[in-house]
């Protein structure tokens, strides 16, 4: 008698060049509209021993907010949502800080503030602020250590600690858990262990929570084929990311790894590192801009509607409900209490 075997995700050790296969990167996505996310440290920044000093370069913030124009776009990093922008800067894209935590919406301009759409942990904050206080006073004796306060998590670094050092970095974050075991857990990142709250949400389910707050599938009419969501991203915590692309068709989604070295990963792709991941924005958006694939300019042309940014603003201003086709003044309509 044969026992089924419940079938998983094939975690791959070696994924082509996304460069390299380019050509046939284009052939799937031809005809699609694309989602773009992406994490930030590693992937559209370089990993640096200041984690204060990570800036991302000029020439990837002009590749960033070219795509963003033409795709809806998203940064989903582990920083805290506010650090995250102070890095990139672009009103034009949603931002999920916190491993997405803290989700928000796109926002016109500076002077405006994000919409808030999504914090699964709203306690997490004040919780944190404690932990904290407690972490840097914890590890003020290990040279090297640095804790950051990432709002609804806290991260301890240890890049810049000698080898051992490392378990009593990692015995401040056991401890630091082990006094509110029931609301935090421990998690582990490039060089970085961090206090989370214990919440079931991750990077993976954050990108899933933004595929439904865009909904572009009933809001501007694309088919299920129509579209197709890229994720990049170069850490252990990207992987929930890359398992949501893995459950949905192949020529609908993929996990983009930027390593430099072979590792197990959900991905489909890879890059070697935010230079190519630079090379793949801007041709990603040359495929917009010739035709290849759908854009927000598309969906005006062929009466889907409009995308700003990621925001929605329907073709007619309104569904067949009469609500508003635009899911940003939606959400900003329901937390001021106005009639829709």
């Known amino acids: 008698m044969l026992i089924p ?21 284009r052939a799937v996505a031809q005809g699609k509209l694309l989602t773009v996310f992406l994490d930030y440290d590693g992937t559209i920044s370089d990993i640096v ?25 998203a940064i989903i990093s582990g920083r805290s949502r506010e650090k995250v922008y102070d890095f990139v800067r672009l009103p034009q894209l949603y931002y999920a800080g916190s491993h997405g935590l803290d989700i928000v919406g796109p926002k016109h301009d500076d002077d405006e503030d994000h919409v808030e759409l999504h914090q ?6 004040a919780v944190m602020d404690r932990v904290y206080r407690w972490c840097k006073e914890a590890v003020s004796d290990i040279p090297g250590a640095n804790v950051e306060h990432n709002k609804f998590c806290v991260s301890v670094h240890y890049r810049n600690c000698e080898q051992k050092w490392w378990g009593a970095v990692q015995d401040v974050v056991h401890r630091a858990v082990a006094a509110d075991p029931k609301r935090l857990k421990k998690a582990e990142g490039r060089k970085v262990f961090e206090v989370k709250p214990r919440v ?25 084929g129509e579209i197709m969501s890229l994720y990049f991203g170069d850490d252990h915590t ?4 890359f398992h949501e692309l893995r459950e949905v068709p192949k020529e609908c989604g993929a996990g983009v790894i930027v390593s430099t070295v072979p590792k197990p990963s959900n991905a489909r792709f ?25 854009s927000l300019c598309t969906s005006v042309a062929s009466g889907k509607g409009r995308l700003t940014g990621g925001r929605g603003e329907g073709g007619g201003g309104s569904d067949s409900s009469g609500h508003s086709s635009d899911p940003v003044a939606e959400t900003n309509r329901g937390r001021r209490g106005e009639a829709a």
Request: glycine fraction near 4%.
């Open 5 to 25: 075997v419940p079938l998983i995700p094939l975690i791959q050790t070696h994924h082509p060049s996304a460069i390299e296969s380019f050509d046939r990167f």
């Open 49 to 73: 021993s200041n984690p204060d000093k990570a800036y991302m370069t000029d020439e990837m913030r002009d590749a960033v907010s070219r795509v963003a124009s033409l795709y809806p776009t």
């Open 120 to 125: 699964p942990a709203p306690w997490a904050p």
């Open 200 to 224: 079931a949400w991750d990077k993976g389910k954050a990108l899933s929570f933004l595929l439904g707050e865009l909904d572009l599938h009933r809001r501007y009419g694309y088919a299920q």
């Open 238 to 241: 990207d992987e929930d990311a």
């Open 270 to 294: 890879s890059v070697r590192d935010p230079g190519e991941v630079l090379v793949f924005l801007n041709k990603l958006a040359d495929l917009a801009e010739s035709g290849v694939t759908k």
